[in-house]
Every structure is written in structure tokens, then in C-alpha cells.
T-cell receptor, first 116, second 109 residues
Framework: GAVVSQHPSWVICKSGTSVKIECRSL??????MFWYRQFPKQSLMLMAT?????????EQGVEKDKFLINHASLTLSTLTVTSAHPEDSSFYIC????????????FGSGTRLTVV | TQLLEQSPQFLSIQEGENLTVYCNSS?????LQWYRQEPGEGPVLLVT?????EVKKLKRLTFQFGDARKDSSLHITAAQPGDTGLYLC?????????FGKGTSLLVTP
């Protein structure tokens, strides 16, 4: 089946620094990828839709200058949390649609970000 | 963002009991998906329902999609401790998935 690899699986950073999270589709090409954020004991909230070769589409209330998304190739999207603060600590999950499997959604294993 | 209401949010039952989780929206979905998520991991797809009135079974799990494609239910028969986890419904509105709040299920021996 389709595999989405997310890296790193966890990261701890100091307040004010930036962190980059990678999302790769390993065996298919994804023109669109999705980034979600999940706080403890809560559900996944869609942050943005990443489009290969064009600007990402952000959900209402998500700061595009803080959460930079780059989708430079058909297999890689990156999310950079800039000037991270403790309130950005969360579980970030990416997803991609596989055209080879009826465009079903496949999720990465998530990245636990802790800002200290 | 389209809203999906999922209930109950928390459920603690004993092994062998049955349970039902509900997912409702005022909007029509092109499809609806049910996921299960373990702590520290991404959600794993259980089933996708597409057709109004559709019923799908996955061992002891039965999934139903409402006739109007606005609601769905997940029924677990004879729950086991291995069923413990977070169950999420997600509506596909054609451009992205939007998730319900999830149901945290605990099955005790």
C-alpha cells in the first residue's frame, strides 16, 4: 500500500528557533499533501493544503508566516515552524492522496514537537 | 472548515460489551472514513464508505453510512481490550479530510 514517511518523529527545540518537518510519499507521487496538528486528547485539525509547485492553502486562523510550507517536488512537502513558542508544541501529521489507490488518504506517523 | 460532530467523546466499557460511535454533519460528504489512532502514531484507515445506506463489516466492526450521506456509525460487537484506542471519523468534502473530535475507547478485561 501507499506509504508516507514523516521525519523527524520527535523534536525538542528552544523557544525562538525554527524547526523543519519533512513529509515524503515513498512509492507514489503526490501533487497535494495535507498538514494537520493534533493537541493532546484532541482530534486532528487541518492546518493547510500543500500544492506542488504553488502556494499552500491555509485554513482560517493558521498563520502562514509562522507555518511555512514548501512542496518543491511531487514526493516531498516540508513544514517549517518559525520562531517556535511553547504553545506550538503539538503533534504534527502529514497526509497525501495516492492516485494509484483511488486517491485514498495515507498518513505519516507524525512528529511530536516540544518547544522549551 | 466543515463540522463533524462525533459522540461519545469518551467511552469506558468492559470486555464483551457492545458499543456504537456516531458521526454527524449538516453537510453531505463525498465519502466518509473511519480511522483508529494509537498514541504517538498517525491514524490508520479502517474503512471508507461512499454510497448512502452502505454497510461495511470488518470482523467485529460494522460501519454504516446514512442514506443522505451526512452521518455514519461504527458499531463494535463484543469489544476486546485490543480495541482500545482513539476512533476518528473524517469527512471527505472533495478537497481534504476534516475530522470529528474522536472517541477515546477503553476496554477493560
Amino acid at each position: 500500500g501507499a506509504v508516507v514517511s514523516q521525519h523527524p518523529s520527535w523534536v525538542i527545540c528552544k523557544s525562538g528557533t525554527s524547526v523543519k518537518i519533512e513529509c515524503r510519499s515513498l512509492d507514489f507521487q503526490a501533487t497535494t499533501m495535507f498538514w494537520y496538528r493534533q493537541f493532546p486528547k484532541q482530534s486532528l485539525m487541518l492546518m493547510a493544503t500543500s500544492n506542488e509547485g504553488s502556494k499552500a492553502t491555509y485554513e482560517q486562523g493558521v498563520e502562514k508566516d509562522k507555518f511555512l510550507i514548501n512542496h518543491a517536488s511531487l514526493t516531498l512537502s516540508t513544514l517549517t515552524v518559525t520562531s517556535a513558542h511553547p504553545e506550538d508544541s503539538s503533534f504534527y501529521i502529514c497526509s497525501a492522496r495516492d492516485p494509484g489507490h483511488n486517491y485514498g488518504y495515507t498518513f505519516g506517523s507524525g512528529t511530536r514537537l516540544t518547544v522549551v | 472548515t466543515q463540522l463533524l460532530e462525533q459522540s461519545p467523546q469518551f467511552l469506558s466499557i468492559q470486555e464483551g460489551e457492545n458499543l456504537t460511535v456516531y458521526c454527524n454533519s449538516s453537510s453531505v460528504f463525498s465519502s466518509l472514513q473511519w480511522y483508529r489512532q494509537e498514541p504517538g502514531e498517525g491514524p490508520v484507515l479502517l474503512v471508507t464508505v461512499v454510497t448512502g445506506g452502505e454497510v461495511k463489516k470488518l470482523k467485529r466492526l460494522t460501519f454504516q453510512f446514512g442514506d443522505a450521506r451526512k452521518d455514519s456509525s461504527l458499531h463494535i460487537t463484543a469489544a476486546q481490550p485490543g480495541d482500545t484506542g482513539l476512533y476518528l471519523c473524517a469527512g471527505d468534502f472533495g478537497y481534504a479530510l476534516n475530522f470529528g473530535k474522536g472517541t477515546s475507547l477503553l476496554v477493560t478485561p
